[in-house]
């Protein structure tokens, strides 16, 4: 995608250039935006998922195999088996702590080293600690869980909470981006196939990319937070930004105004490419981060690259005055040093381009064929696939191609029947 420009700022009263100016200037056109109306809540991290790598210690397999509460890091948890659609057999909840642990692989078997643990972290623990403390309490956990613990990477969802602008019903299709996948959700009002959008009408929500990627959503938070009876706590958190010493505008938060969320969702994957591909602007050393608590201080960094790889633009190569606003005074709220000026953000990954694809195809019919031999089914085989660490080249093999996920999917599923049906148990 091409690069775009911001609007102009200027100042309300004298019309003059001004870094902190509520009044936009599309320098194409002359329009003006007024936007002294939006009051910013906050930016927080909203959801942080710690993954590592070891082995589940027999013990604790067995304590949540029985479900009820249990024990566990000197803490009472609720334990239980959940869906195969979360990857994992069983997790542990405490939601007065804010924390569940998901454990055991369904991928990777108990007594194989491999990513048996998943630790996600709930905007209330989040809050109410430093980075430094939160990962203390996960990497407990973790050693508590499993032998031979790896810290593997984080996912991070940043959320800005906002009143005073409301998404137009036009935003998906005006919104630039390269996700296949855009949705809007009250009411569904057309659905096209072959590009993976769909659009529905009188928008609450609106949803583009995916959730194994990186993700923007912006949605009606007031109706969100009441329908998950979480309204009062979320009242209280916007609420930390009214000032009651300024006699001329003491609230920030209106109780009778709807409060929109714009939130960014970084998938693990998305943050390695980060950390291998970001440097220190003077040393040039990368950053390498693995946990949350290194992450930190380029949350910034990835709220920036969120709002310029999902663009939502006034006119061809410009900004829209809401996204300039965001992009110039939102700031990630976590009690650490940012290193946004310091650092050159870049993702690094490898492709398939001026690759022939012969192995990929050749790893794919031989890995379809041992699965037929094993009878697994398409949904497990493909989960497999996607946790593997060349699952990258696999997918932008396939991309060339012209194939979407779901498409590769497709191919999976019609390989292992064609092998099943032709072999049989013979295969």
């Not at 109306?37 to 930016?43: E, I, P």
């Not at 082995?55 to 067995?62: G, S, V, Y």
């Not at 949803?207 to 990186?214: C, D, E, I, K, T």
């Not at 870049?346 to 398939?352: D, E, G, I, L, P």
Request: with cysteine; hydrophobic share 40%; aromatic share 10%.
């Amino acid at each position: 995608m091409n690069k775009a420009t911001d609007q102009i700022r200027l100042d309300l009263l004298t019309a003059e250039e001004s870094p902190f100016g509520r009044l936009f200037l599309n320098p194409k056109t002359t329009a003006l935006t007024d936007l002294t109306g939006v009051r910013l809540l906050g930016c927080r991290v909203d959801t942080v998922r710690q993954h590592y790598k070891g082995l589940p210690r027999p013990e604790l397999l067995c304590l949540v195999e029985q479900g009820g509460m249990v024990s566990f890091a000197g803490h009472t948890w609720h334990a239980g088996r959940i869906g195969r659609d979360s990857g994992y057999q069983y997790k542990l909840q405490n939601a007065d702590l804010g924390f569940v642990l998901l454990l055991k692989n369904f991928n990777v078997k108990v007594d194989v080293v491999g990513s048996h643990m998943k630790i996600e972290v709930s905007p209330h623990a989040i809050q109410s600690c430093s980075p430094e403390v939160l990962q203390e309490w996960m990497d407990r956990f973790a050693h508590e869980a499993l032998e031979h613990v790896e810290v593997s990477q984080c996912a991070a969802h940043l959320a800005l909470d906002f009143q005073g602008w409301t998404p137009p019903a036009d935003l998906t299709s005006e919104m630039q981006c390269r996700a296949r996948s855009r949705r809007d959700i009250s009411g569904i009002k057309e659905i096209h196939h072959a590009g993976e959008s769909v659009t529905y009408g009188c928008a609450q929500s609106f949803l583009f990319g995916s959730a194994s990627g990186m993700q923007l959503a912006i949605y009606n938070k007031s109706l969100q937070a009441k329908s998950a009876d979480k309204l009062d706590y979320w009242e209280s958190v916007w609420r930390t930004l009214d000032n009651p010493f300024d006699a001329a505008c003491p609230l920030n938060y209106n109780p009778d105004e709807t409060v929109w969320r714009v939130e960014l969702r970084f998938h693990h994957s998305i943050v390695q490419q980060f950390a291998d591909g970001s440097c220190d602007a003077h040393t040039g050393a990368v950053i390498g981060t693995t946990n949350y608590q290194h992450l930190a201080p380029h949350l910034d960094g990835l709220f920036q690259y969120g709002l310029a790889s999902f663009r939502y633009q006034a006119c061809t190569g410009l900004y829209d005055a809401f996204w300039t606003l965001m992009r110039q005074d939102v700031r990630v709220s976590v009690p650490v040093v940012s290193l946004v000026d310091h650092t050159a953000y870049k993702r690094h990954y490898k492709t398939a381009k001026g690759f022939s694809g012969k192995n990929v195809e050749l790893f794919v019919g031989n890995f379809v064929s041992l699965l037929a031999r094993e009878r697994v089914g398409a949904k497990k085989a493909f989960a497999s696939l996607k946790e593997w660490d060349c699952w990258p080249v696999i997918r932008d093999h396939y991309e060339a191609k012209g194939k979407t996920e779901n498409q590769i999917y497709e191919h999976i599923r019609d390989l292992l029947t064609e092998r099943s049906i032709r072999w049989g148990r013979a295969v």
